[in-house]
């Protein structure tokens, strides 16, 4: 009866592990949240950068929410990082993710998510908020945009409806990429609002980003390298959020909208199962053992 139980309950712990593994639990994650009024991160083993050293350096300053000039987030103070307009095509922020590589079947990081908690002062303009060339070769257009009107996402790949963004007011804006399965989604406060798909979106593509196994960061915050205009904008950045998996439309409706404490998420409740069965397992073995 006890060498049953104990193998009994050792499947069970071994079972609830693979499930745990299988979904996800072991997925790096990165955040940056600027409590320390500088580029540390508060979470992971990544690196943020100014990409051109000493003159974005210069555009950038830290602070918290006063509630008036910069108003709180759910009425609650929070830290930031105070972007002015990156007009130079070496400006931005350097993204590195030390604990991430190659996924999806290909080369380079094919299933990844990356978030912001973000506030745009003043009037409606272009907003660069990512770009997947770190390197941000000129004539490289960036990779996902807040337009002037308010949508969000990429030209070869459409935006959202018109007003889904509005200038000063706090947003938490994901993109949640699955190039194995060419699609990627947008969310804004947790819900949906635009889905893409097809030859964009193709496996190390253009939405594919360089892994712990290439020297280049992975991708360029705030900038872009299309010179024929100036597509960048002022931005309070609150919290930067990545992880190296697709986070489904559930895990982004439970993140919901900008928080003072930041992104990073916890495991689904699924995952939470899974720990009590292995909990629960282990206590039944221990129970037959002292028998």
């Known amino acids: 009866m006890k060498a049953t139980s104990t193998a009994c309950a050792t499947s069970l712990i071994a079972a609830s592990l693979l499930l745990m593994a299988a979904n996800g639990v072991r997925a790096a ?16 083993n990544g690196i943020m950068s100014y990409a051109d050293g000493v003159i ?67 009037a409606a303009g272009w907003t660069a908020l990512f770009n997947a060339d770190p390197e941000n070769t000129s004539g490289n257009d960036g990779d996902f945009y807040i337009a002037p009107d308010g949508g969000i996402g990429i030209g070869a790949g459409g935006y959202s409806a018109a007003g889904t963004i509005a200038p000063n007011t706090w947003y938490r804006i994901g993109f949640a990429v699955d190039l194995a399965a060419g699609a990627s989604s947008t969310y804004v406060n947790g819900s949906l609002v635009k889905q893409n798909s097809g030859g964009l979106y193709a496996l190390d593509g253009r939405f594919s ?47 919901g909208g900008p928080n003072a404490a930041g992104i990073a998420p916890v495991p689904e409740p699924g995952t939470w199962a899974l720990l009590g069965m292995g909990a629960l397992a282990f206590a039944f073995w221990r129970r037959q053992w002292k028998k």
């Open 209 to 255: 980003l360089y892994s712990n196994a290439d020297t280049l960061p992975s991708l360029l915050l705030f900038n872009e390298g299309d010179p024929s205009g100036i597509y960048t904008h002022e931005l309070y950045v609150s919290s930067v959020y990545f992880t190296d998996q697709t986070l489904n439309p559930s895990q982004m409706a439970a993140l």
């Open 56 to 122: 974005t350096a210069a555009l950038t300053t830290f602070g918290t929410t006063d509630g008036s000039t910069v108003p709180h987030i759910g009425g609650q103070p929070a830290t930031y990082m105070h972007v002015l307009q990156l007009a130079g095509l070496g400006n931005g922020y350097h993204l590195k993710f030390n604990d991430s590589g190659a996924n999806g079947g290909g080369g380079y990081i094919n299933q990844y998510t990356v978030m912001y908690d973000v506030y745009l002062p003043g």
């Open 29 to 44: 994650q990165y955040e940056w949240t600027f409590s320390q009024g500088d580029l540390s991160p508060a979470l992971g």
